[in-house]
C-alpha cells in the first residue's frame, strides 16, 4: 500500500528487486524512471550530483507510481540517512562500512531504539504514507533496508562479522572500489574475475546470515549475471547511461 | 569557432543538422546530449518543463562541446527569445506563426536594427563568445538562426509571404499540431499522409525561397525519413525519450 | 481516476469543490494542504510568489491525493496557461478577462482544436495521468475547466457576452478588483454590498448560461456565504493565512 | 519608512538618487551592493539573467538597507510589472514604449484604478511595508515610479506626447539602444554625440513637462556626467562590472 | 539593536522566549512567522526539509522583523553549525549530545578561542549586524547561544556534567526521542509521565549550573505548560501544523 | 588541455597561482572571475554561501575558460572533498588539520588506492575532462591537489610531520585563523607580525620537505607579499570584495 514499504515487502517474498539508479540532479528523471518497469529507484549522493533537496523532491515523484526509493548516502554520512529517511526513503546503501564499528554505526542512525538511535522526526515519511507516529515508530525498524557497503579487501575479510551487526539488514557490493582494492590500486574493473569471486562468496555468506545482498551493475550484461545468481536488489546501469544509449540508438540510426 | 555561430556556419556550408530535443528542467541534461553526436541541442520552453534559469545553464554546458543551443519558446513570447539570445542562444524556433505580422514580429524581437528592434544588451553572449560589441553586433544577425514553426493550416496556406519576411530565416514544421489542424481537430498523428504532403510542399517552397527549413521528428524514423528528404534541422526524439529507450533496452534483457 | 480529471468529474456530478489558495513558492504547501479535506489547490501565478516551476513541482504532489491542480496564470498570460496545462493542470483561471476578444483568446490557447487553437504536447499531463496521447487529445477539451475572471465593471456589462463564448467554461469573480471598479477607484474592500450585487447577478447569469462560476473569499466568513449561495468552485483564504491563523492561536493561548 | 517608497519620497524632496544596476542571478549581490553608498538598486530582467524568484528574494534584501528596488521588465513584459510590484518593488523601468499606446498600456498595468487597471493583490510589499490593504491602496500610485523607456527614434519624436501620459511618472533613457536607432542599424556607441543631443533634448522635454527622468550609464564617466546634467535616477555600471574592475584592480597590482 | 544578538540580550533579561518552529524548505515561511508575535524563529535541519541554502536565505528575512534566527543542525554535523553562525544565525541546537566529549565538541565548533575551536569568517553575519571584525570577535562568544540536546537516558544521566561543559549555554529537551528512550523503545510519547519528571529534573539541574534551558512542545498545550514551568526557551509545533490548523480552523467552518 | 589537470601540471613546472576567492551562492561569478587573469578559482564552502549544488555547477563554467576549480570544503568535510573532486575539481583545500590523524583521513578521502580509499565514480570530473577511466584513474592521484589548511599552534607545532604525510601535496595557510590562535584568542588580524613569522617558517618548512604551500591573502597588498615571497597558491580577496571595490570606485567618482 505504502510506496515506502513495498522494499521490504517484496523481500519478505523472497522476490528480487531490479533498481533504477540515478546521479543527475533532477528529480524529474527519478519520476520517470520510476514509471518504466524498475523495481525502485535508486538515488545516489556519493558520486552522483544529487543533493538532500533533489532528494526530498524525488522521492514523492517515485511513490506516485507506488515505487519505494533507496538513497546511497555520501561515505560517514550516517545523519544524511537519517535525514532522507525522516523524507520517506525505504532503504539506505551506506558505502565503505570497513569495520563492524562502522556497521553498527549505520544502525545505530537509521533504526530506532531499542534496535538503534535513530532520531524521531519523520514528518515527511508520516505524510508520504498517511500513517501516524505509533503505526510508523512500530513498523520502521523492519521496513527500512539498511545495506552496508562491502567494497574493499578490509571489509571483505570480515564479512561474515558485518552480517552479523543486529539492525543490519545486509549488504550492498561495489564492484568497481572492490576491483581497486583487490588489486592493490593498479586499476579499477569492475568485471574482473576476482570480483566476480568475491561476489561469489559475497553472496554466500549473506545466505549463510540469512540477510540479504544488493550489489550494482555497470552494464546490462553484468545486471542479468547478477539477477541470474540470485542476488536480492540489483541497481543498475544509470540515468545518465540510459539517456546515452538512446541517443546513440537514434545517432546509429541516421548515421552513415 | 564560437560555439553560438557554428549553426550558421553550418548552414552556410549546406550541411544540414541533426539536434537533440530537451524538455527535462535540467541544464545537465542538455550537456550530456551535447558530448553526443548531435550537431545541436534543443532547448523546449513551450511544451518542455525547461524556465529561462535552465536555458541560461544550459548554453554554456552545450558550448562546452563547441556545439551551438536552439531555443523553442512559447507561443507568442518574442521576449523571451531575446533574453534567450542576449545568453548565447544560436538559434530560436518560434511556435504557431500563423500570420505574416507574427512572423514580422518575432524577427522585431530577435535582430538589431536595421532588420528588427532587438534590443541590445548580449552580455551572455559576449561572455559566451568572447566578442567585443561592435563584433557581436555586425555578425548577430547573420548568426542568429530565426525560425518560424508553420503548423496550421492557415500558416501552411500563406507559406510563401511568411518566407518571404525580411530577417527571417526560415521556417520550421510541427507534425503533430500541423496533423490536427489538417484533421479538422480530429485527432493528432505526426506521421499521416496529409503531413507528409505538407512537408514536401513546405521544403519545395523554402527551397525556391532560398531559406531554411527544420522539422521535429517525434520517433527515429521519422528523424531518418526528413534527413534523407534533405531537411536543413532535423530535431528528434527528446530527452525523455532516450532515458526511456536506455531503460527499457535494460529492462527487455533482464525480463523472462 | 486520473487527478487531472476530477476537477470535470465533479462539476459534471454539481458537486461544487472548495480548493485551497496558494501564493507561497514551494510546492511543498500545495501538498500539505492537498492532504487536508480540500477539493482541490489552486496556485496563484498573478499575485502570488508562485512561478513556473514551482507549478510543474507541485501538481503531482497535489495528484499524489487524488485531487486537481488549478492554476491562476498572471494578466494576459495565455501562453503560460498552455504550458501549465501541459504539466497536468487540471484547470486556469485567467484574470482580468474584460472583452469577449480576451474570452475568446484564453480559449485558443487552453482547448484544442476544433475549439480553440492549443498546441499539442502535454508530456507532463500524459506522465501523470498515464493516458497515450489519443486518449488524452479527446479527453482534454472536457476535462480542463477554463474560468475567464469577471472583476471590472466593463467585464461585467458584458458577462453574457463572455459566458457565451464557445470553449469557455465560465466565470471566476475576483471580489476585490471588482469593488475597486464598482467604487471607481475609490477603495478596496471585497465584502462591499456592491461586490455582493455583482455576485448575485453573475451567478444567475451563469446559471442561466449553463456554464460554471467559481470565485474567490479572503476570509473564511466569505467562503460560507458562497458555498451557501451555490457557486460551484470557492477558493479560500491562502497558505499564508493558514499559517497566520495557525500561528496566532498557539500564540494567544500562550499570552497574558 | 518603508524601503518601498523612499524612492517617491527622494523624488519629492527633488534629490537625484545614483542606482546599482544588477543583471546577475544572485538576489544576495542586490543585497551587497545595497550595503553600499547607492541610493537604490535596479535589477534587469530584459537584458540580465534575473528572473521573476530572484527578484522576489532580492526586494527584502534591498529593503533591509532601507532602499527601494527597481525592476526594469522584458519587453512588453507588463504584466510581470504588476508581479514584481506586488512584491515590493518602488519602481518600473519598462523597454522599448514606443507608442503613446505603449505607455498607456503600461500605466494600466502599474496604477490602481482610476489611472490605471492594475489588479488588487500586493501580498509581498503589503507584508515588507507592515502597511494595511487601505493604506497601500491610497499611497501606492503616486509611491510607485513609473519610467518608459525612450529609446528609439520613433520615441524620441513622440517624446512629449509620452511624458504626458496619465499616471507616468517619467521616461528612462537607453543610451545603447538609442545610438543603434540613430545610426540607422550602423552600430552601437552609447556615448555617441548624437545620443548626446538626445539625451538634453529629452531632459529638456521632461523638466517641461514636470515628469521625472533617468538614464542607464555603462561607465562611470558617464554616470557622472548625467549626475552632473541633473538627471533624476541614474543607474550606473553592473554587479558585473563591480567585479571585474575589483579584480583587475588586484591583478594589476600583482602582475609584473 | 541587532537581530543576531536579541537572543541572548532577551536571555540575559530573563525573559524567556517563544520561537516558532520550521520544517518547510522555503525561507519565506520563516520570514511569515517572524512578522508573527513570536520572539525568534528556529530552522529545523534535523528532521525539517531544510538545508544550508534555506537557512542563509532565511535568516535575513527574520532578521527584517528584528528577530534573532536559531537552527537545529542534523546529529554530529556541527562543521554545519559554524556555516549557519557564520551566515548570522543566533543560536544552535544540537541533537543528541550524549557525552562529555559531544558537548565539547560542540563547543569547539561554535566558540572561538580560546573558549572553542570556531574557525573565523563570519561574512553573513558580519553582513547582517553592520559589525566590523574585531566587535563581532569580541561579542560572538556571548552573543551566540549554543544548546545541547538533552534526548537520551545516558544523557541524562550526565546532565550535570554537560551543563558544566565550559562555553555550553545550556541544554535543549526532545521530548519524543527522550519518550523512545525511557521506554527502552516501546514507543513514543512526548507527554509521557516519565518524560514530564525528565523535564522537571533538567530543568532543576539547569538552575543549579546557572545556564539555560529550551524545549520542544509537540502542540500548544505542552507550549503553555513549558511556558508556565520558566523554561528559558520553548519552541512550539511547527510551519506545517500551524498551516494544517489555519485550514481545518476554515474547513470545519465550511462543513455541514 | 584539461582544465582539471592545468593545476598539477602548473605547479609541476614551478609557475605560482594566484587564484580568484568565492564565497557567494552562484555559479556565474566564478564563471565571470575565471574569465579575468586569474590562474585558478577558489570556492569556499566552510565560511562562504556556496554549497555542494553550486560547486556542481560553477566547474564546468571555469573549465570553459581553461581554469582549474579549487574547492575549500568545511571542517572535516572530507566525504564532501571526495564529492566535488568527482565532479570536476582540481583540488582541495581542507581546513582546520590538527594532527596527522586529519592528514591521513584527508588523504583517505582524496586519492585513490593504494595511496588513500577515495571511492570510484568519477563521473562529473570523465566528461568534463572527456577521459575514460583508466586513464583518469592512472592520472587523478597525481593531478588532484591536496592541502591542509595549517591555522593553529597546534598545527604549525607538526607541520614537519603534517607535510610527510604520504599523499598529501602541501598545505595551505589561514592566517586569520593562525591570528587568533597565536594570539591566545586575544583577537583577530592575520596580518599580525606573528603570523608572518609562522608563514616564513611554514613556507620553509615546506620547501624543505619539497611539497607545496597555499595561503589566502584577505587584501591585495597581502596578495603582493605573498607572491614574492614565492608561495605556489596565492588566494586573494573575495568575489564580495571585488563587487564591492568595483561599485566604491564608481560611487568615489560620483561623489561632492
Ligand atoms: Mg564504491
Ligand atoms: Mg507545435
Ligand atoms: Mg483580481
Ligand atoms: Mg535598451
Ligand atoms: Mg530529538
Ligand atoms: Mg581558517
Keep these: 500500500m505504502s510506496a515506502t514499504f513495498r522494499l521490504a515487502e517484496r523481500l519478505a517474498e523472497n522476490r528480487p528487486l531490479v533498481s533504477a539508479w540515478c546521479g543527475m540532479p533532477t528529480p524529474e528523471t527519478a519520476g520517470l524512471l520510476a514509471a518504466e518497469a524498475f523495481d525502485a529507484v535508486t538515488l545516489d549522493m556519493q558520486h552522483g550530483a ?17 515505487k519505494p526509493t533507496v538513497v546511497r548516502v555520501p561515505v560517514g554520512a550516517f545523519a544524511t540517512a537519517s535525514r532522507v529517511l525522516d523524507a520517506g526513503a525505504a532503504g539506505i546503501i551506506a558505502p565503505m562500512i570497513n569495520s563492524v564499528a562502522d556497521a553498527r554505526a549505520l544502525v545505530a542512525y537509521t533504526k530506532f531504539p531499542p534496535v538503534g538511535e535513530r532520531s524521531w522526526g519523520p514528518a515527511g515519511a508520516l505524510a508520504l504514507n498517511g500513517l501516524q507516529p505509533p503505526q510508523y515508530f512500530q513498523r520502521a525498524n523492519d521496513a527500512v533496508m539498511v545495506l552496508a557497503m562491502v567494497e574493499t579487501r578490509a571489509a571483505l575479510d570480515i564479512v561474515d562479522e558485518i552480517l552479523a551487526v543486529d539492525g543490519l539488514d545486509g549488504i550492498f557490493i561495489g564492484p568497481a572500489d572492490l576491483s581497486i582494492t583487490l588489486s592493490g590500486g593498479a586499476g579499477v574493473n569492475p568485471a574482473a574475475p576476482e570480483v566476480d569471486e568475491a561476489l561469489d562468496h559475497a553472496l554466500a555468506r549473506t545466505r549463510a546470515a540469512g540477510k540479504r545482498i544488493g550489489v550494482y551493475a555497470h552494464i546490462p550484461e553484468r545486471a542479468a549475471l547478477f539477477k541470474s545468481k540470485g542476488f536480492d536488489f540489483v541497481a543498475a546501469s544509470s540515468d545518465a547511461n540510459f539517456m546515452r544509449a538512446g541517443a546513440r540508438a537514434l545517432l546509429g540510426g541516421l548515421a552513415g
Excluded: M, N, S
Design 50 to 66: 544529487i543533493d538532500f533537496r533533489e532528494v526530498l523532491q524525488a522521492i514523492p515523484l517515485v511513490a506516485a507510481h507506488g
